[in-house]
């Protein structure tokens, strides 16, 4: 099931439209309120969020949104006609797993929608428990544990730390995090990378410090 909040009609009905043409079930929406109301009875695979709206901003959306333990792992892919860096990273900051500049054709829509939701059923696959110093991490839980204190991540943070654990000591390259990660190719800025690694050791606290940036080149957990 994919949600979608867009207060614009045409639009709406056209993304309506082409995701039941692809065989996704929708339920759309117009108004932030009518989109808290449907998630207090169900949680989509998917949430297209625009960001100028009546009532609150999909800004505003999102981080409550990721500031929930309930609703911190749904996807979500912000719909917006601004694309300065500043918009992008601030949507970025907020936990957002892609973004798509207005206007957009229907295709390229699709084809982000389909990236992020396998990229989700990849984080579903070879869990297991993993360890580093005080740092506890259940896959299968998807939670984070940092001296016995429960940290919160979305899941795009999640997945980082989950990486970059598994492959201690060895540099991984902003592009192999934004095709693993992100499941797209490196023509995305490597600006997408730096801000959810940024956030990650602010929420990680001591334990950020493990996350070091080889300059040029990447990231790697010590």
Not at 185 to 193: G, P
């Amino acid at each position: 099931m994919i949600f979608i909040l867009e207060d614009d009609d045409n639009i709406r009905k056209l993304i309506s439209y082409s995701l039941n043409s692809q065989n996704f079930k929708i339920k759309d929406f117009a108004l932030p309120s009518d989109l808290w109301t449907a998630l207090e009875n169900c949680h989509p695979d998917l949430l297209l969020l625009d960001i100028m709206l009546p009532q609150e901003d999909g800004i505003s959306i999102l981080k409550k949104l990721r500031s929930n333990p309930k609703t911190s792992g749904i996807p979500v892919i912000m719909l917006t006609a601004k694309d300065s860096e500043y918009d992008v990273v601030t949507g970025l900051d907020a936990g957002a797993d892609d973004y798509v500049t207005k206007p957009f054709g229907m295709l390229p829509l699709v084809s982000r929608i389909k990236a992020v939701l396998r990229r989700y059923e990849k984080t579903d696959s070879h869990k297991e428990l993993l360890q580093a110093g005080d740092l506890k991490i259940d896959e299968n839980q998807h939670t984070v544990f940092y001296s016995n204190q429960q940290i919160f991540l979305t899941v795009k943070e999640f997945d980082l730390l989950v990486l970059l654990i598994k492959n201690r000591g060895n540099v991984l390259t902003r592009e192999q995090l934004l095709e693993y990660i992100w499941d797209i190719s490196a023509d995305v800025e490597s600006r997408t990378v730096d801000v959810h690694i940024r956030t990650l050791r602010q929420k990680l606290g001591d334990a950020g410090n493990s996350i070091e940036t080889i300059r040029g080149v990447g990231y790697k957990f010590i």
